[in-house]
């Protein structure tokens, strides 16, 4: 299933209350976003939390591409989750305007998801590959991850951006490659510290088996305070 955010009215939602209880009164599902440049790693990202973590909580997810729903269709040939539990959103523009400025088409996938397999404990959503700008608008997600990767060089954390700067987790994925490009870990520790301060970091490879593990350790975290807030 897919739905192409080019056919949906423009209806800007930018702000505000992350969304009303699920009905009946159950808290709704937590929202994830997950950002980050072309080739970072998140639909990797995604693939290996499902993996992980489809055995404890009710999942689903929903990838947003610019003209094709490729990341979906990566997710379904892996088989991560039963069909049901993943769409795609087809945004025909930038990423930014489908997870931060018009979000109706992402909210009407996961408000689907929801009434069609739920009650779900998490949904993910992917954004498009985009630049070190992108963010989810509040409207649309209860928290964020950035990832970048080593390949990019270790410059990138201190180039700064709503991305790497303000994530509620970032993410410095394909730490095994980092001898090959000539990127210092250390480097990217620093600059990353200099730019979130209190923010998590989190640094994996995701080649590994266990390669997720600190990202989906914070998102129990998340989803623990999410359930007794």
Known sequence: MHRDHRDDPADPLTAGDPGPPAPGGARRALRIGLGGPVGSGKTA?????????????????????????????????????APERITAVETGCCPHTA???????????????????????????????????ATFSRGLVDAQIFVIDVAGGDKIPRKGGPGVSNSDLLVVNKTDLAPLVGADLGVMARDAKAQRGALPTVFCSLAAPEGVAPVADWVRERLAAWRTA
């Open 45 to 81: 990202t995604v693939a290996a939390l499902c993996r992980l973590l489809r055995g404890e909580l009710s999942l689903a997810v929903v990838t947003n591409d610019i003209y094709t729903t490729e990341d979906a269709e990566f997710l379904l040939r892996h088989a991560v989750l």
């Open 99 to 133: 997870i931060r400025d018009d979000i109706s088409a992402n909210l009407e996938a996961v408000e689907e998801l929801e009434a069609t397999v739920g009650p779900l404990d998490l949904v993910l959503l992917e954004s498009g590959g985009d630049n070190l700008t």
